[in-house]
């Protein structure tokens, strides 16, 4: 168990449609990650935020949005979904931002299914 | 970022020494060389990382070539669970991970 939560776990939806994830991180780590994974594209880095604040962008699509609140939980919300969307999320968590050597803890991830 | 090349998949027998290489020929020399797995329907999970030296903790060892244009990881005894895709990440001053196509280990009982 990493100590990073995720929910819900499983996400099916329609075509068009908007979802929430959610991302609790470990106690103590101020920085959350999201990845995406899906088949065809692997692992990719979509978007980093430390203590409240936007520090990296990755492959992130506009119709994708997150944020981190004042107690450091994270989510992310995608909209207008697509058959393309449907892939499984990952968040993660580190102690701080901006180094080479922050350890990231993930969680279990969401598994996203777009009907 | 720099990019690293591993092989697709490798084997192994249960309880016997893994090497798992990494190349990545175009190391800048503030890259640390991180090793992250991922297991059967769970997240990625950090394995070890390292900048110049040979690095060992409780799950595996790190040996860096002394030019650090390549790495390998080593599970000195592997087990079932040691089943996973292996993935080589070089990290500058930044967070994010890259992630290649990594190594998919299979280990046989």
């Known amino acids: 168990d990493s100590g990073v939560t995720q929910t819900p776990k499983h996400l099916i939806t329609a075509t068009g449609q908007r979802v929430t994830l959610r991302c609790s991180p470990r106690s103590g780590d101020l920085s959350v990650y999201w990845y995406q994974q ?37 989510e992310l919300n995608l909209s207008s979904l697509e058959l393309g969307d449907s892939a499984l999320y990952f968040c993660a968590s580190s102690v701080g931002a ?18 | ?54 690095v060992n903790n409780r799950m595996a060892s790190l040996a860096i070539a002394e030019d650090r244009k390549s790495s390998t990881l080593i599970l000195h005894r592997a087990t079932l669970r040691d089943a996973a895709v292996y993935y080589c990440i070089l990290r500058g001053n930044t967070d994010k991970l890259i992630f290649g196509t990594g190594t998919r280990l299979q280990v046989f009982p």
């Open chain 1, 38 to 74: 899906s088949l065809d594209q692997g692992l990719q880095f979509l978007i980093q935020y430390y203590n409240g604040e936007e520090r990296a962008k990755g492959n992130i699509l506009e119709r994708f949005s997150a944020q981190q609140f004042p107690d450091l939980h994270s």
């Open chain 2, 1 to 54: 970022d720099a990019k690293t090349t591993q092989p697709n998949s490798m084997e192994s027998n249960e309880e016997e020494p893994v090497h798992l290489p990494c190349n990545h020929s175009t190391i800048s020399g503030t890259d640390y060389i991180h090793w992250y797995r991922q297991l059967p329907s769970q997240g990625p999970e950090y394995v070890i990382h390292g900048l110049t030296s040979n």
């Open chain 1, 98 to 115: 901006t180094s080479g050597v922050n350890t990231q803890y993930f969680g279990p991830g969401t598994r996203l299914t777009v009907l």
